[in-house]
């Protein structure tokens, strides 16, 4: 799923036992839940270090510039406020904001180089937790802005919606690795940053002169967190992916849907999802190990091993007892999958707080009393007959009204929500799941956005995804201190 390069201590590689507490903490929290990554930047507050001298000691103009790591949120890890005011300055002593002001990665500076969802979705929880991230895109913009679904189906480059809801609370940039003026640029960002988050072909920034090994000499603290189909290493790195590829070669596929039919791809990219939360998590712990040993390391994430790795019981049960877990029944297979009913579909379970008696009385039919339904055995021999019993109990029923009986019932049971159902949920709604964007072309509109919410730090939104080069000004010439002149020679040669 992910592995990590470099970390050091002043001894040599950290030792065994020293990763004996992180895997007991991953058997418990599995990385691909968002509780590990909610729980590690909780840690990473908790057991930030305070600078190693008082922020006003120094004033901003005598800060050292060297681009060796300091503590997290330590005032001496910048460079001159003067060089690099707004997005990537240090703030200054009068008004150095104090600990959570921001959230718990409040302080953390962050380069987004990735075109896909996986990457984006990654830098943007980071985001969405106080680090302050610059998407940094070709002139021609990101891929991402060139995927459907666009907003009143119209083409346009601002209005991919997929692009608008994987970078909320980023500014943008445009900037060209192709032209070596580009690379120049990106190399002198790199000081002044703490994570790089990148999705390309896994050797292509080595090619550039861009890899891990050049990124560590100018940064040492620089945690660069790369999210590819495969990873980086293997006989299948070079290859590319889509989701159905991750999903197909990560097992679950082979699982899902029915004997007779092909395998089930189900809908979404939930494994670029499972890409960007695992290259979250990643990057938190990176950032917590650099708080104890000083340096930074290179994060490669598989997104095809993030989602086989949901799949550890499946594959264990084939070595241990020489089994595999085959799809439902190509009949007989009904109740425990969705099943229709007047208005929509639902799916009922055996197990919960109900008996298979209370389940029987629940859908008024006495014949799920007789002994051929008593217990899961005779149940499954008995499929076609269950299943016409139980789908002529529910079609004359709506599924809201099922839902508040089996809640009562204390059963296992779950409806299938539509969008606008999905969009007016009274739980998301009272847990203020959604937010309203306003964005400069597609106008306002409601998105989710709270993964979760830390009691000291909730989540907080503090702007929609940025529109093409938006913030070039306010890096190139506020920031690097580069002349509209110049800067205007930068967009003419296609740097930017």
Not at 297 to 326: K, N, R, W
Not at 344 to 371: C, K, R, Y
Request: proline share 9%; with cysteine; glycine share 10%.
């Amino acid at each position: 799923m992910l592995a990590i390069r470099g970390i050091r201590n002043s001894g040599g590689y950290l030792s065994e036992s020293g990763f004996s507490g992180l895997r007991n903490f991953q058997d418990i929290c599995h990385p691909g839940n968002p509780l590990i990554l909610k729980i590690l930047i909780q840690t990473i507050t908790k057991n930030r270090k305070p600078p190693p001298f008082p922020p006003q000691a120094f004033p901003p103009q005598a800060l050292p510039r060297s681009p060796a790591f300091a503590t997290i949120g330590g005032a001496a890890r910048w460079p001159p406020a003067s060089r690099l005011p707004g997005l990537l300055a240090l703030t200054d002593a009068a008004t150095f904001p104090p600990p959570l002001a921001h959230g718990p990665l409040d302080g953390v500076k962050v380069l987004d180089l990735s075109e896909d969802i996986a990457g984006s979705f990654c830098a943007r929880l980071l985001a969405d937790y106080g680090a302050e991230v610059l998407k940094l895109e070709p002139p021609a913009g990101a891929a991402l802005r060139r995927m459907p679904p666009f907003f009143g189906d119209d083409p346009h480059p601002e209005k991919s919606l997929f692009f608008l809801a994987m970078n909320l609370n980023k500014k943008g940039a445009t900037l060209n690795l192709d032209r070596e003026a580009g690379r120049a640029l990106f190399r002198e960002l790199l000081p002044y940053v703490d994570v790089v988050v990148e999705s390309y072909r896994p050797g292509y920034l080595a090619s550039l002169g861009l890899g891990y090994e050049t990124i560590e000499t100018i940064n040492p603290g620089l945690v660069l967190t790369s999210i590819t189909p495969f990873g980086q290493t293997g006989p299948y790195s070079q290859y590319s992916g889509e989701e159905i590829v991750s999903y197909a070669m990560g097992l679950i596929m082979s699982i899902s849907g029915r004997q007779d039919r092909e395998p089930l791809k189900h809908g979404g990219f939930q494994a670029q999802y499972e890409g960007g939360l695992n290259g979250a998590a990643a990057t938190a712990m990176a950032l917590f190990m650099r708080d104890s040993v000083g340096e930074g390391q290179h994060l490669d994430v598989s997104v095809t091993e993030c989602v086989a790795s949901t799949m550890m019981a499946t594959q264990t049960m084939y070595p241990f007892i020489g089994a595999t877990q085959p799809r439902r029944r190509a009949s007989g297979s009904n109740f425990g999958h969705p099943m229709p009913c007047e208005d929509g579909w639902i799916i009922v379970q055996t197990g919960g707080g109900a008996s298979w008696e209370t389940i029987a009385d629940f859908f008024g039919a006495p014949e799920l009393h007789e002994p051929r339904f008593a217990d899961t055995a005779e149940r499954n021999r008995n499929g076609e007959e269950l299943d016409r019993i139980v789908l002529d109990a529910i079609s004359r029923r709506g599924k809201w009204e099922l839902f508040t009986e089996a809640a009562r019932a204390r059963m296992l049971f779950g409806l299938a929500q539509t969008p606008p159902e999905l969009a007016q949920c009274p739980q998301l709604e009272s847990r203020d799941f959604y937010r309203i964007v306003e964005h400069p072309v597609i106008g306002r509109i409601k998105v989710p956005a709270v993964l979760f919410n830390l009691s000291l730090t909730p989540y907080q939104y503090t702007g929609p995804a940025p529109t093409l080069g938006q913030h070039n000004r306010e890096i190139y010439l506020d920031g690097l201190g580069y002349t509209p002149q110049e800067l205007t020679v930068l967009r003419q040669t296609d740097a930017i």
